[in-house]
C-alpha cells in the first residue's frame, strides 16, 4: 500500500506515531486474550497476539520507552511458551498479561512534559506488573470446580458464596468501586477517566483541540444543509415541469384551433386566406417540435437531478457512519473484569458488529448499553455452583445483537440468566404504593417490567458498589428516548432476560409525517406515530367533559393539536376528523389536525441556540418543495396534554357538529319510581322528545355528563343522591349550569320549593297537581318543541 494510500503522515512526531500504533496492537492483544481465555489452545489468536507484542516492543524501542519494551518482551515469552503447550493461559494468568496491557495503554498517553513525574510516581506499580508477567509461569492455577454440593442448602454456604476477592483475580480491591463510579459518571452524562490498574489517574492523551470536532460538526452540518437544498431545488423542477406539460397540452388545443381554421378557410375557397392560414399551420409544426423535444430534455435532466442530489444526501449522511463496534469495543473486557471481581464466570458475544450507526447516536447510547451489560452481571446473572446446579454451564453468557431492521438500528441485549422474579416486582409496587393490591394482581408481566424504567426503581434489598443506588433504568430509558428510540423489555424466570431497543439510523435524516395545523406544516417522527385515521364525528362520544372514541376496544381520548400548541381553537368541519394516534399504552391521545400531507425524508435543522429549549418543538427542516417545517417533540406534546388534562380545558371539538345534526331535542329523566319513570318517558316521547331515564340522582350525574341534553326532569326523594343536590351540582359545572333542569316532586311544601329554586332549579312542578298538559306545558315553556 503506497504512502498516498495510507495518508500523510509526515506531520506527527515519533511519539504520536508510537500512540496510535499502540492503541491499534493493545486491541488485538486485549481480543486475543479474551479469545483465547474462551478457547484454549486457539493458535491463531496466540500468533496474532506474539505478532502485536512484537510490533509494541520494537516501536517502544524507536521511541526510548523501555519499560514498554520489557512488558511486550515479558509478554512476548509468555505467548511463545503458550505456543509450544509450555503455558496454560489460564483466568489468572489472563489478568496478569492484560495488567500488562492496561500498563502499557497508560505509558504510550504519556507526553513528554509529565512521562518522568508519572514513571516515578508509579514505579512500584510498574515494578509489580513486570514481576508478575516474567513470573507468570509460576502463577498458581485455581482448581477446577468441585463436584455439586448435595443440596442448595450447602450450596449457599460453599465455595461459590465465598466474596469476590476470594476469585483468584489479580485485579486490584478497588478496582469493583471504580467501575461502579465510572457507571455512575456515565449515566450522568460526566466524563469519567478511571485509571484500572492505578488509584493514581494517569494524564490524559494529548487530543487536539476542542474547537476541531466543534469545527468537523459545524462543517458537516453546513454540507448536508447544502445537499438537503440541492435535493429540495431538484423536487422544485417537478411543478416547472408540470406547468410546462399544462402548456404543452394549451398549445395542442391551439394548434389543433389553427388546423380546423385553416380546413374551414379551405373550404370558403378564398385564396388569400387559404395563403396566410397555410403560412400559419406551417409555423405551428416547429414549435410543437421544439416543445416535445425540450419536454423529454427537461424530465431527463430532472431525474438527473434528483439522483445527484440524493446521492450527495447519501454520501453526507455516509461521513456520519461508523460500524457499530466502534462504539462498544471496551465491552467484551468489561463484562470478563467485572463478572471475575462479582466472582461470576461471563462472556459477551457481539453479533452484527459491522453494521452501520450515525456517530452521534453510537457516543450517546454507549452508557445505557454499557449500564445494561452491568445490570445483566449483577442482577441477572448466577455464581457458577448456582448455574451448575439449574443444569447451565458455569459460564453465563451475554449477548449483544446489533442489525439493521425495517429501516431502524435494532439492538438486543439478552443474558442466560436467572431473569427477573415478576412477583418481586409486584410485590415492591405495592409496598411502594404504586398500585393497590388488586391492581398490582392484574398486571401483566410487561406491565411489571415497565416498572423497572421508573426513577430509582430497584429490586436490590442492599446498595452496593453497582445497584441499589437510584442509578439504574429509568436514566437508560431516558436517554434512548431522547435519541427517538424505545426499549422494551422481556423475562422469563429461571432462562434469561432480553432488552430490544430500537433506534433511528441516523438523527440528520428523520422520516416524518407531515400533517397541517391552522394551515401550517408541522411534521411527527414516524417513528413516534402509533397509528393515522380519520374518525366519523358519529363515533366520537363525551364523558367526564372529555370526547374519545373506540379504537382496537379502547377508550382513545381526543385532543385539539391546535390548543396544545396553542395556536387557537379548531373548529371541526365536515364528517370526518383526521387523526395522528401518538403515545403508548394508556398514555395515547388522538391529536386531531387539519389534514393529513403524507410522509417525507427530512433533513433535520437544529434550531438556533438563541431560542432555547422551545416546548413541544425538537427541531425544523425543510419540506421537499422548500416549505419550512417545525418537527414535533412527542415526549414534550404528551405532557403538555396531561397539563390540559389537569386543568379541565380540553377543546370540545365534535360539539357544534353533533347539536347541528341532530334535529331531535332529548331530556333526562330522574327518577326512583319505575312507574313514574315511564308515565313521563311515554309522554314525552308521545310529543317527539328523545328520552333517556336514570333511577337515582347518582345514576343522573353520570348520564347526564356523558351525553348532550335539553333538559332535565328530576324528582326530589331518591336514594344516593337527592334532587336537590344533583340539581347543585349540574349548576355549578362549568360545561352545564345552563341546562334547564326542572323538579317535579309529589311534596307541596314551600320549604322545598325555595330549596329547589335556590339550588338552580328552573321550574317546580308538584306531582299531586300536574296532569298530562301541565307537564307537557312546562317543558314547553321551558325548551320550546320537540324539533329544533
Request: overall charge negative; aromatic content about 4%; proline content about 4%.
Amino acid at each position: 500500500m503506497s504512502q498516498d494510500q495510507l495518508g500523510d503522515l509526515s506531520g506527527f512526531s515519533m511519539l504520536e506515531l508510537f500512540r496510535m500504533e499502540a492503541d491499534s496492537q493493545t486491541h488485538i492483544l486485549t481480543d486475543g486474550l479474551l479469545a483465547l481465555e474462551r478457547r484454549a489452545g486457539d493458535a491463531g489468536a496466540i500468533e496474532a497476539m506474539m505478532r502485536a507484542a512484537h510490533s509494541i516492543k520494537g516501536a517502544a524501542a524507536i521511541v526510548g520507552l523501555q519499560v514498554v519494551v520489557q512488558l511486550a518482551h515479558g509478554m512476548e515469552d509468555a505467548f511463545v511458551a503458550a505456543q509450544h503447550g509450555r503455558l496454560k493461559l489460564t483466568p489468572e494468568r489472563v489478568d496478569v498479561l492484560l495488567s500488562g496491557v492496561d500498563l502499557i495503554v497508560q505509558v504510550s498517553r504519556l507526553d513528554d512534559a509529565s512521562a518522568e513525574g508519572w514513571l516515578a510516581a508509579n514505579g512500584g506499580q510498574i515494578k509489580q506488573t513486570l514481576s508478575a508477567i516474567e513470573g507468570i509461569a509460576e502463577l498458581p492455577e485455581l482448581p477446577a470446580l468441585p463436584p455439586l454440593p448435595s443440596s442448595p442448602a450447602t450450596a449457599a454456604t460453599g465455595p461459590a458464596a465465598a466474596p469476590a476477592s476470594g476469585t483468584g483475580s489479580s485485579l486490584p480491591p478497588d478496582i469493583l468501586a471504580a467501575l461502579a463510579g465510572e457507571m455512575q459518571a456515565e449515566l450522568a452524562g460526566e466524563a469519567a477517566n478511571v485509571a484500572p490498574e492505578t488509584s493514581e489517574a494517569a494524564p490524559a492523551t494529548p487530543r487536539a483541540s476542542a474547537a476541531a470536532p466543534a469545527k468537523a460538526a459545524q462543517n458537516f452540518d453546513r454540507l448536508l444543509s447544502l445537499a438537503s437544498e440541492s435535493r429540495i431545488n431538484a423536487h422544485q423542477m417537478h411543478p416547472f415541469i408540470g406547468a410546462l406539460q399544462r402548456f404543452k397540452r394549451n398549445q395542442s388545443n391551439l394548434f389543433a384551433a389553427v388546423e380546423q381554421l385553416h380546413e374551414a378557410i379551405s373550404r370558403s375557397g378564398d385564396p388569400g386566406l387559404m395563403e396566410k392560414s397555410l403560412l400559419a399551420l406551417q409555423k405551428t409544426q416547429p414549435l410543437k417540435q421544439f416543445v416535445l423535444e425540450h419536454m423529454a430534455d427537461m424530465e431527463a435532466y430532472e431525474r438527473r437531478l434528483l439522483a445527484v442530489s440524493q446521492g450527495m444526501v447519501d454520501e453526507v449522511l455516509a461521513l456520519r457512519m461508523r460500524p457499530f463496534r466502534d462504539g462498544i469495543h471496551a465491552f467484551p473486557r468489561m463484562v470478563r473484569d467485572l463478572a471475575r471481581s462479582l466472582g461470576k464466570e461471563a462472556q459477551l458475544v457481539i453479533e452484527g458488529e459491522e453494521t452501520l450507526v450515525d456517530r452521534d447516536i453510537l457516543a450517546k447510547i454507549e452508557s445505557p448499553l454499557n449500564h445494561m451489560l452491568r445490570n445483566a452481571l449483577d442482577h441477572g446473572m448466577e455464581g457458577p455452583y448456582e448455574r451448575l446446579d439449574a443444569g447451565k454451564p458455569a459460564m453465563g453468557t451475554i449477548r449483544m445483537e446489533a442489525r439493521h431492521r425495517a429501516g431502524m438500528l435494532s439492538i438486543e441485549i439478552s443474558d442466560d440468566g436467572r431473569g427477573v422474579d415478576l412477583e418481586k416486582i409486584r410485590q415492591s409496587v405495592v409496598q411502594r404504593k404504586m398500585a393497590s393490591p388488586a391492581m398490582a394482581a392484574a398486571l401483566s408481566g410487561g406491565e411489571l417490567l415497565e416498572f423497572l424504567f421508573l426513577p430509582a426503581f430497584s429490586l436490590k434489598e442492599k446498595a452496593n458498589e453497582l445497584s441499589g443506588r437510584g442509578v439504574g433504568l429509568d436514566i437508560v430509558h431516558e436517554t434512548i428516548r431522547q435519541q427517538n428510540g424505545t426499549v422494551r423489555l422481556e423475562s422469563e424466570p429461571g432462562r434469561g432476560f432480553r432488552a430490544l431497543i430500537t433506534l433511528p439510523l441516523t438523527q440528520s435524516i428523520v422520516r416524518a409525517l407531515v400533517i397541517t395545523i391552522q394551515g401550517e406544516a408541522y411534521a411527527i417522527p414516524i417513528v413516534k406515530v402509533e397509528s393515522v385515521l380519520r374518525v366519523p364525528q358519529a363515533a366520537i362520544h363525551t364523558l367526564e367533559n372529555k370526547q374519545f372514541f373506540e379504537l382496537k376496544g379502547e377508550h382513545l381520548g381526543l385532543v385539539s393539536a391546535a390548543q396544545v400548541l396553542e395556536l387557537g381553537s379548531t373548529e371541526a368541519s365536515g364528517d370526518d376528523l383526521p387523526v395522528v394516534v401518538i403515545g403508548r399504552g394508556k398514555q395515547s391521545y388522538a391529536l386531531v389536525v387539519d389534514a393529513i400531507r403524507g410522509e417525507q425524508s427530512l433533513a433535520v435543522q437544529a434550531i438556533d441556540p438563541i431560542f432555547g429549549k422551545m416546548r413541544d418543538i425538537s427541531a425544523a427542516a425543510l419540506l421537499d418543495d422548500g416549505e419550512p417545517v417545525l418537527i414535533l417533540d412527542v415526549p414534550d406534546l404528551l405532557l403538555s396534554i396531561d397539563k390540559l388534562l389537569h386543568e379541565g380545558s380540553l377543546q370540545q371539538l365534535a360539539q357544534s357538529q353533533l347539536a347541528e345534526r341532530r334535529r331531535v331535542k332529548r331530556i333526562l329523566v330522574v327518577d326512583d319510581s319505575l312507574t313514574v319513570r315511564e308515565m313521563e318517558r311515554k309522554l314525552l316521547l308521545g310529543r317527539g322528545f328523545e328520552v333517556d331515564v336514570a333511577i337515582d340522582g347518582i345514576d343522573g350525574w353520570n348520564v347526564v355528563r356523558s351525553g348532550e341534553y335539553d333538559l332535565v326532569i328530576t324528582d326530589v326523594d331518591m336514594p344516593r343522591m337527592d334532587g336537590i343536590e344533583l340539581v347543585t351540582l349540574i349548576k355549578k359545572d362549568l360545561h352545564l349550569h345552563k341546562l334547564p333542569v326542572m323538579i317535579v316532586s309529589y311534596k307541596d311544601r314551600q320549604e322545598d320549593r325555595a330549596r329547589g329554586l335556590s339550588a338552580g332549579a328552573d321550574y317546580y312542578l308538584t306531582k299531586g297537581s300536574f296532569h298530562d298538559e301541565t307537564l307537557l306545558d312546562a317543558v314547553a315553556d321551558l325548551i320550546g318543541d320537540a324539533r329544533l
